[in-house]
């Protein structure tokens, strides 16, 4: 059986292409792209207009909800893809008080003022001020001015934008604003009508989403705060477990729309996680804002969009990320007050997963692991094979689990609690990796599997019975294969003694090639080995007891590289191999009742030339 998980990466690649004047103004298409991934942007609001890029089977959609054309954006009343500010979201009354003085401002929604008013920065034009079209960090920043008494807020303001790709799966979004003159409330954020199923593929309603809040701030009935801060456990507003947004949306007049309250105190805070199932695509969204207003899409009736296509309501969801809605009347809200002269930032990623992986349950072996390089093309970063009964008839040990002891075993034999054990032997007179039958040579029971989703594991459990290979006691084994975040692999091997003491060291044995596994040799990479000593072996492989410091060998783990015929690396973290005859090593003796556990973690990430 072949088990795969799979996790779709979703690139927001910028690659500057070309500008299109409208009606010989200055406002410009300006389409970036790169490979499949593709955005197109107008400077009219700095919005997005589309965001290509494939789902799980390749198959290139437009992920955001908008209109073909930049004249369709002027009439916009739904802030599709918009920078929103001055402020974002709702500023109750439309007035606030700051150093004594009162502002009236500008009306444009019942008595109250929605992201920023009718001259808000979503609907004015911004200036492109610098981009770059291609190479490890593409972006495009554009800025406004917006001058004192603007919209009615006090100061004069000069804003910016900037949309860069910093690693092939990460869109970053960064705001900045500086106060020229006079102290002013800023909040600003984005707007994007995110379905990641495809914007002309329906509602969102069975898109899974998980919000890291607790905390909500209540709404009056014109979704102006009431001040208050209210906890959502038991409510439908309650998304720390991942669920599917039309599970409870019906408990809800008309849909989301309210703030979240971010758990998290970090200069970067998880925001969100969506996942579209029929696709495979999942979003994950940081940010450095303390909220994140959750809208579902509610007022889009007969709304014709992109290519005709007709947007209903719930058809998209938005993450806007931001301080609280009108903080600037709430005093115990966090302040969005920026004095003359101070700089505001606000920072947005998008980390779609980077990993995904091919399991089988023959050996508990990885079969793939697929990544991208730093242009975004995916290239698969282990040795193996393309066929399961390959697997059987491997000598080599590909992606497999190893146990019950990992490693070498001495004569393959090994005293404990007085009793002599003798094992079976699979090379020259020891064992290797516990032998012909070992844990890489059975097969495993699939316990638990999830395919896809925000955070993808299968768990192998195997059982061990006395005996086998000459191991006393039977032993209860499993392994959990997860992809956490968006760039680590988590392998976590635990195993129960059932009845007698026993040894037990397993690890697992992929071949790494990052460069891909067809790339040809390793010698050229950079390896860097966190240790200081060794244990040298004897002709054979066997470790004779000793632990030897590396200093000014071959082995100062910096530059030196532990290869197989030259063609990957494996780093197999186990106990010390043959501990079991060597009182001076870390024991590897489990007792009856005692768990073993074993946890590896691989980050991957793009380096910069």
């Given at each position: 059986m072949s088990s795969k998980i799979n996790l779709f990466i979703c690139f927001f690649i910028f690659h500057v292409l070309a500008a299109a004047s409208v009606s010989g103004s200055n406002i410009g298409i300006y389409e970036l792209k790169k490979g499949n991934f593709s955005v197109k942007l107008t400077n009219y609001g700095a919005r997005i207009m589309s965001v290509f890029l494939p789902d799980k089977n390749g198959k290139v959609d437009d992920i955001i909800l908008g209109y073909d054309t930049v004249e369709?954006?002027?009439?916009?009343?739904?802030?599709?893809?918009?920078?929103?500010?001055?402020?974002?979201?709702?500023?109750?009354?439309?007035?606030?008080?700051?150093?004594?003085?009162?502002?009236?401002?500008?009306?444009?929604?019942?008595?109250?003022?929605?992201?920023?008013?009718?001259?808000?920065?979503?609907?004015?034009?911004?200036?492109?001020?610098?981009?770059?079209?291609?190479?490890?960090?593409?972006?495009?920043?554009?800025?406004?001015?917006?001058?004192?008494?603007?919209?009615?807020?006090?100061?004069?303001?000069?804003?910016?934008?900037?949309?860069?790709?910093?690693?092939?799966?990460?869109?970053?979004?960064v705001f900045k604003a500086k106060a020229l003159n006079k102290a002013t409330p800023i909040n600003l954020s984005h707007h994007p009508y995110w379905n990641i199923g495809g914007h002309n593929s329906g509602d969102i309603l069975s898109n899974v989403v998980q919000i890291f809040a607790s905390h909500i701030t209540p709404l009056d009935k014109y979704l102006i705060p009431t001040g208050e801060i209210s906890p959502i456990k038991n409510t439908?507003?309650?998304?720390?477990?991942?669920?599917?947004?039309?599970?409870?949306?019906?408990?809800?007049?008309?849909?989301?729309?309210?703030?979240?309250?971010?758990?998290?105190?970090?200069?970067?805070?998880?925001?969100?996680?969506?996942?579209?199932?029929?696709?495979?695509?999942?979003?994950?969204?940081?940010?450095?804002?303390?909220?994140?207003?959750?809208?579902?899409?509610?007022?889009?009736?007969?709304?014709?969009?992109?290519?005709?296509?007709?947007?209903?309501?719930?058809?998209?969801?938005?993450?806007?990320?931001?301080?609280?809605?009108?903080?600037?009347?709430?005093?115990?809200?966090?302040?969005?007050?920026?004095?003359?002269?101070?700089?505001?930032?606000?920072?947005?990623?998008?980390?779609?997963?980077?990993?995904?992986?091919?399991?089988?349950?023959?050996?508990?072996?990885?079969?793939?692991?697929?990544?991208?390089?730093?242009n975004g093309k995916i290239g698969d970063a282990v040795l193996g094979y393309d066929k399961i009964k390959e697997y059987k008839n491997d000598t080599s040990y590909f992606g497999a689990a190893l146990g019950r002891v990992a490693n070498q075993i001495g004569g393959a034999q090994f005293t404990l609690n007085g009793t002599h054990y003798q094992l079976v032997r699979n090379t020259r007179r020891h064992?290797?990796?516990?032998?012909?039958?070992?844990?890489?040579?059975?097969?495993?029971?699939?316990?638990?599997?999830?395919?896809?989703?925000?955070?993808?594991?299968?768990?192998?459990?195997?059982?061990?019975?006395?005996?086998?290979?000459?191991?006393?006691?039977?032993?209860?084994?499993?392994?959990?294969?997860?992809?956490?975040?968006?760039?680590?692999?988590?392998?976590?091997?635990?195993?129960?003694?059932?009845?007698?003491?026993?040894?037990?060291?397993?690890?697992?044995?992929?071949?790494?090639?990052?460069?891909?596994?067809?790339?040809?040799?390793?010698?050229?990479?950079?390896?860097?080995?966190?240790a200081s000593h060794i244990t040298p072996l004897d002709k054979q492989h066997v470790p004779i007891g000793e632990i030897s410091p590396v200093k000014n060998?071959?082995?100062?783990?910096?530059?030196?590289?532990?290869?197989?015929?030259?063609?990957s690396i494996v780093f197999e973290d186990s106990r010390v191999p043959d501990a079991v005859n060597h009182p001076n090593f870390p024991s590897p003796i489990a007792t009856p009742g005692n768990t073993y556990v074993h946890s590896v973690i691989y980050t991957f990430s793009i380096k910069k030339d």
């Open positions: 369709e954006y002027l009439n916009d009343t739904s802030y599709f893809g918009a920078a929103l500010g001055r402020v974002a979201n709702r500023i109750g009354g439309a007035q606030f008080t700051l150093n004594g003085t009162h502002y009236q401002l500008v009306r444009n929604t019942r008595k109250h003022m929605l992201h920023g008013g009718p001259k808000g920065f979503s609907n004015v034009v911004w200036e492109v001020s610098k981009y770059v079209k291609d190479g490890p960090c593409p972006y495009i920043t554009l800025t406004y001015f917006s001058p004192d008494g603007d919209q009615g807020f006090p100061g004069a303001v000069l804003a910016s934008v900037t949309y860069a790709l910093k690693d092939p799966c990460k869109l970053s979004v439908p507003y309650d998304f720390l477990k991942p669920r599917e947004v039309g599970s409870r949306i019906d408990e809800i007049e008309n849909g989301y729309d309210i703030n979240y309250v971010l758990d998290s105190t970090k200069k970067m805070k998880p925001v969100a996680i969506a996942y579209d199932k029929k696709s495979g695509r999942v979003m994950n969204v940081k940010a450095s804002a303390p909220g994140v207003q959750f809208f579902t899409s509610n007022w889009n009736n007969n709304k014709k969009g992109k290519g005709g296509f007709i947007y209903q309501p719930h058809a998209a969801l938005t993450f806007e990320t931001l301080v609280f809605p009108d903080a600037v009347n709430h005093p115990n809200f966090p302040s969005i007050i920026v004095n003359s002269g101070e700089r505001y930032i606000h920072k947005v990623f998008c980390w779609p997963p980077l990993v995904s992986i091919k399991v089988t349950n023959y050996g508990a072996t990885i079969i793939s692991v697929f990544l991208p390089d730093k064992m290797l990796h516990g032998s012909l039958k070992g844990f890489s040579k059975v097969v495993w029971k699939v316990s638990k599997y999830v395919k896809d989703g925000p955070c993808p594991y299968i768990t192998l459990t195997y059982h061990s019975p006395d005996g086998q290979e000459g191991f006393p006691g039977d032993v209860l084994v499993s392994v959990t294969y997860k992809l956490e975040d968006h760039y680590k692999l988590s392998v976590v091997f635990k195993a129960k003694s059932l009845n007698k003491a026993t040894p037990i060291t397993l690890s697992h044995h992929p071949y790494w090639n990052i460069g891909g596994h067809n790339s040809g040799d390793v010698l050229s990479q950079v390896v860097q080995i966190f060998t071959p082995y100062t783990g910096e530059r030196w590289i532990c290869v197989s015929a030259s063609f």
